[in-house]
């Protein structure tokens, strides 16, 4: 079967900043405050299964949420993203640290003291494919969470389903399908529509569109954004790099190794980084405006992989792969501090910054090759292509919400605008 048409009427977002979010959102009191979170996995070993150590997966974190705002959260794959995510929706007891909503300690709270909370918190998985249960129809799926809560809708389960169904922009009348009958954006939607069924305050969505065509991903990016107009709603948004929540996002927090190194306003955070992670997360985002070019004029190749969690390095962690590393950059960890208003960072040397540390110039000898620098024509040319890409995929969106002026295109059966075939 096909997208809804709900799916090809969406706009993409614009490729540049656009004007959508002009206003700063999220004024409002602060709905969750986490202060020195942390989640050590440990690892057993032997026939006594003694620890033998731990992933510090995430290891003293501190950030609040603000009604009404969207928290972009970024990192490279393995920072500890998903374990945050299950730590402030309570689905994975902290190792230490605290959580508060709306102003109560719910770090520990037990499964009765969790349940209202269970309404007001709701989590949007990655995977749209496995997140669904393949034997029960999507209308047992998104009315579970009334029946688990004992909640009974005015008017019924099945009507207050199908009323999400169509919020999320797809059939109601597909009440009695199957989640296999889906393609991956409307399993996605599917999952939204379980989400929002108890009229929750804050959704933490983690990585909600990673595994989605990427001309699907802008739809769905711009259905969270709607809803969170209409219903009042708060976001914490994960994202493996900033192409996603960069349309979204009123803050950035920039994850790495299990800490917060760089927490920002959107715009701050994009015109003028701090954390050389951060500009290096930054830089490898395509730029599709070839005339914005100028405003980057290199982008940083981070070489090798994220060091284990179990044995993170000393001092500053980044330090194995920053370029500015110095020698106190490896006893010496950097605390998070303002030192913008607004713009918090971990950093000794940062970018776009006054030095904090310096006295210490000597770089180490591992910085000169931790990054590669690109020169400016090859950017130049890379901005070419991806402004091409993306002017295309505009224009495929343009044609086929022309084409499909109501309910679904016959035409596109099976196939996601991104030609992924979506029959099972
Ligand atoms: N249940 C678990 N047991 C042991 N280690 C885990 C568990 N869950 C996650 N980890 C480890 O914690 C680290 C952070 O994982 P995760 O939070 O999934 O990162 P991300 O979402 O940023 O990719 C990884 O090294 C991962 O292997
Ligand atoms: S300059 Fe030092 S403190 Fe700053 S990110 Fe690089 S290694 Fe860390
Ligand atoms: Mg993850």
């Known amino acids: 079967m096909s997208e809804n048409a709900k799916d090809e009427a969406v706009a993409i977002p614009a490729p540049s900043d656009g004007a959508r979010r002009e206003e700063v959102r999220g004024d409002g009191d602060i709905l969750l405050k986490v202060t020195g979170l942390q989640k050590h996995f440990p690892i057993k070993k032997g026939l006594l299964q003694r620890q033998a150590g731990a992933v510090h997966a995430v290891d003293g974190i501190d950030f609040e949420v603000r009604a009404g705002e969207t928290l972009g959260v970024v990192g490279e794959s393995g920072c500890g993203k998903s374990t945050m995510g299950r730590l402030i929706t309570r689905l994975l007891e902290p190792t230490g640290g605290t959580i508060e909503f709306e102003g109560k300690d719910i770090t520990h709270l037990g499964v009765s003291g969790m349940r209202p909370l269970r ?15 393949p034997r029960h129809t999507i209308g047992t799926i998104i009315g579970a969470p009334f029946r688990l809560q004992g909640v009974e809708p005015e008017g019924g389960i099945k009507k207050e389903v199908q009323r999400l169904l169509s919020v999320v922009g797809l059939n109601p009348e597909h009440y009695n399908r199957y989640p296999h009958e889906f393609s991956g954006g409307q399993r996605q939607r599917i999952g939204i529509a379980r989400a929002l069924a108890l009229n929750p305050k804050l959704v933490v969505a983690d990585e909600p569109v990673s595994a989605l065509d990427v001309s699907i991903q802008a739809q769905v990016v711009n259905l969270l954004d709607d809803l969170q107009e209409e219903l009042g709603l708060t976001y914490v948004i994960i994202a493996h790099d900033l192409s996603v929540v960069r349309h979204v996002s009123d803050r950035i927090a920039v994850m790495y190794l299990g800490k917060i190194v760089e927490l920002a306003d959107r715009d701050q955070l994009y015109k003028a980084p701090m954390h050389p992670y951060t500009k290096a997360l930054l830089s490898a985002v395509p730029i599709p405006d070839p005339s914005r070019k100028a405003a980057k004029s290199e982008r940083i190749l981070l070489k090798g992989d994220v060091p284990s969690p179990i044995s993170p390095p000393s001092g500053c962690r980044f330090h194995t792969r920053c370029w500015k590393a110095t020698e106190i ?96």
Do not use: W
């Open 329 to 424: 950059c490896t006893t010496t960890e950097p605390p998070l501090k303002e030192l913008r208003p607004g713009q918090r960072v971990a950093c000794h040397h940062p970018e776009n910054f006054e030095d904090q540390a310096p006295q210490d110039t000597v770089l180490l000898s591992a910085a000169k090759e931790a990054a590669e620098l690109v020169p400016e024509e090859e950017l130049a040319e890379s901005a070419k292509t991806s402004a091409a890409v993306a002017a295309e995929v505009e224009a495929a969106a343009a044609t086929e919400s022309a084409e499909t002026p109501a309910e679904e295109s016959g035409k596109k059966s099976g196939q996601e605008p991104g030609g992924k075939s979506t029959d099972t």
């Open 119 to 133: 309404r007001d918190v709701q989590m949007i998985f990655q995977d749209p494919y496995s997140s669904l249960n």
